[in-house]
């Protein structure tokens, strides 16, 4: 099984090291060909707004969705993904895939001085609570049915998934365990 | 589960993680903050001069006029950092009630302190410090910044300096990695670095927070330049808005430093972006104009 990382710009480095220790290969995801090769892909934390925009003008957002749409393609998105992901979001919005029912909310919980780590319990995820990252975190505003939210955060959702797609407003990939990762690995091989 | 954390070390290097491999903009008014966010940039830094004008006018540059960091955090959705001068924890107090996302302790101002830097663990905010080799990158990391980038020239638009000083500390670190454990209390004594830190970067091959590149990118050439070399992204201060087509050229940069290792669309997104801006040769810097130097 091989995950592909979008190398776009973020925190790339980190999930491709994340998803090795998760046992399965990763490869860097820049350009429409590199995504043939690969079963499933995260995109990354760093700037929405950069991120879709460089995604628009490799054509990936477009490749993405149909893969999306028609083969049930794995897609996990943190941070600046989740809010690729969302259908909607709140304010100015960046250039989307816009495929997971829900509302996202850029940067609700404030600007850097707001950011935060916290424990969380994740369902689906066994054993002692999971250190999460928040920097300059969204939120998800609202959920559609088809949506399962996974994790909370103080009443909010902070994880959640619909299908074959992932989304987290946090950073699993900022410490050692990987275990939302294998989270994600296992939807990949379950398809 | 709600044992909330903040300001943390690793949130405060982690929004630094999150801008790896892209462009932070100098901007000195919400409309060219607006044309970089626009073109890409994951960041811009607020100042009232760009560096190149700050060299002209000469006399003391001081941090930004807070109405002006205000305006530019109220026109766009990135982050935006802002410098305070070496040392004056003051100018950075106040940059962190105005709640900007990062400060840069920078050598582009007047130094206040020509013995220390701020003490930066009593801050929030994180802070970025320039360095030109590896025991200034340590140094500034044992005061607490959460990010480093290596110097150059700033105001320039030559990129020999920003070269230079990468290169230094890459090849530093080769060396820390290639020293055997017995040795590396000598080694953080010659580089006056923390030994913990020296270990550290031993253990990771690279420097235990990200490395952006500033001072003297001025082309999207430059930019695919310092990230071969090993940049984890880019400061572009006087290289947009002194070059004769701001809009096209911040979307260059981005661009080339997105596809450093593809020479061909390095190529296609130089074309037709005007001029970059004229740059000065360093050997008609005076000593006293080098701003590298300054709180090393």
């Not at chain 1, 993904?81 to 960046?94: D, F, H, N, R, Y």
Request: glycine fraction near 8%; charge should be negative; aromatic fraction near 4%.
């Amino acid at each position: 099984m091989r995950i592909g990382v979008l190398a776009i710009q973020g925190d790339v480095r980190e999930h491709l090291l994340h998803v090795k220790k998760a046992g399965a290969d990763a490869m860097e995801v820049r350009q429409l060909g590199d995504l043939d090769s690969v079963d499933g892909l995260i995109i990354p934390g760093g700037e929405s707004t950069t991120i879709g925009m460089l995604m628009q003008e490799e054509g990936l957002i477009d490749v993405i969705r149909r893969r999306i749409r028609d083969e049930e393609f794995p897609v996990y998105g943190t941070c600046a993904g989740l809010i690729l992901l969302a259908t909607e979001v709140v304010g100015k919005s960046p250039a989307r895939i816009s495929v997971m029912d829900m509302v996202a909310d850029r940067n609700a919980y404030g600007r850097q001085v707001a950011s935060f780590e916290a424990s969380l319990q994740i369902d689906g995820i066994t054993g002692k609570p999971f250190p999460a990252v928040f920097i300059r975190a969204p939120q998800v505003k609202s959920i559609g049915p088809l949506v399962k939210p996974l994790a909370y955060y103080r009443g909010q959702i902070v994880m959640a998934e619909q299908g074959s797609l992932l989304a987290s407003s946090f950073h699993p990939e900022m410490t050692d365990d990987i275990r939302v990762h294998q989270y994600f690995l296992d939807k990949v091989r379950r398809r | 589960m709600a044992d909330k954390k903040q300001a943390t070390f690793t949130v405060k290097s982690g929004l630094a993680e999150m801008l790896k491999g892209g462009v932070i903009m100098d901007v000195t008014t919400p409309e060219q903050a607006v044309i970089a966010e626009h073109a890409g940039a994951v960041a811009v830094m607020a100042l009232e001069r760009v560096p190149a004008d700050i060299r002209a006018a000469g006399g003391v540059a001081r941090m930004a006029n807070p109405r002006i960091v205000k305006s530019i955090m109220e026109a766009v959705s990135i982050p935006v950092m802002a410098k305070t001068r070496i040392g004056h924890f003051v100018e950075a107090q106040v940059l962190e009630a105005l709640e900007v996302d990062y400060i840069d302790e920078s050598e582009v101002l007047t130094p206040a302190d020509d013995q220390y830097h701020i003490d930066k663990w009593n801050f929030s905010v994180p802070f970025v410090c320039g360095a030109r080799d590896l025991g200034e990158a340590l140094r500034r990391i044992a005061e607490g910044a959460a990010m480093i980038r290596t110097k150059g020239e700033p105001g320039t638009g030559n990129v020999v300096e920003a070269v230079r000083h990468l290169r230094q500390v890459n090849a530093q670190i080769r060396h820390v990695v290639a020293t055997p454990d017995v040795e590396l209390p000598d080694l953080a004594k010659e580089l006056r670095a923390p030994l913990d830190l020296i270990r550290r970067v031993k253990e990771l091959g690279r420097l235990p927070v990200v490395n952006f590149s500033a001072g003297g990118v001025a082309s999207p050439s430059d930019a695919a330049l310092m990230m071969q070399l090993g940049a984890d992204g880019i400061f572009v201060g006087s290289g947009i808005f002194k070059s004769s087509n701001p809009e096209k050229m911040a979307r260059a940069v981005v661009r080339a430093t997105l596809h450093y290792n593809d020479p061909k669309i390095v190529a296609e997104v130089s074309e037709d972006i005007g001029e970059s801006m004229p740059g000065l040769e360093m050997s008609t810097l005076l000593p006293q104009d080098r701003m590298q130097d300054r709180g090393i």
